[in-house]
């Protein structure tokens, strides 16, 4: 199994970033996936979360400013970053099946500059 996050980079606040997530050797459309993201010197926390039936969950701190999606057909996951905050500032990771079993990416850099 192997998740390749990309579409990180710096963006000033307020700004919009969309990241990307291609899957292989998984279908995304049958499990459980994801976004985390660890800050500098932090845990790494929950982002937002599809299931297999398309409901989605976001964290407190994303809610209305970030959207979750995926495209079944092109296996990929997505995360649509609105009003960006320089404590959004961390490194994104995509997972699958879950956070303590499930398979993670090797994370993209979101910088949001003040």
């Known amino acids: 199994v192997q998740l390749q996050a990309s579409g990180g980079g710096l963006v000033q606040a307020g700004g919009s970033l969309t990241l990307s997530c291609a899957a292989s050797?998984?279908?995304?459309?049958?499990?459980?996936v994801g976004w985390y993201r660890q800050a500098p010197a932090k845990q790494r926390d929950f982002v937002a979360r599809?299931?297999?039936?398309?409901?989605?969950n976001y964290a407190d701190s994303v809610q209305g400013r970030f959207t979750i999606s995926r495209d079944n057909a092109k296996n990929m996951l997505y995360l649509q970053m609105n009003s960006l905050k320089p404590e959004d500032t961390a490194v994104y990771y995509c997972?699958?099946?879950?956070?303590?079993?499930?398979?993670w990416g090797q994370g993209t850099l979101v910088t949001v500059s003040s």
């Open positions: 599809i299931t297999s039936g398309g409901r989605t």
């Open positions: 997972n699958a099946g879950g956070s303590v079993t499930g398979y």
């Open positions: 050797g998984i279908i995304l459309g049958s499990n459980f």
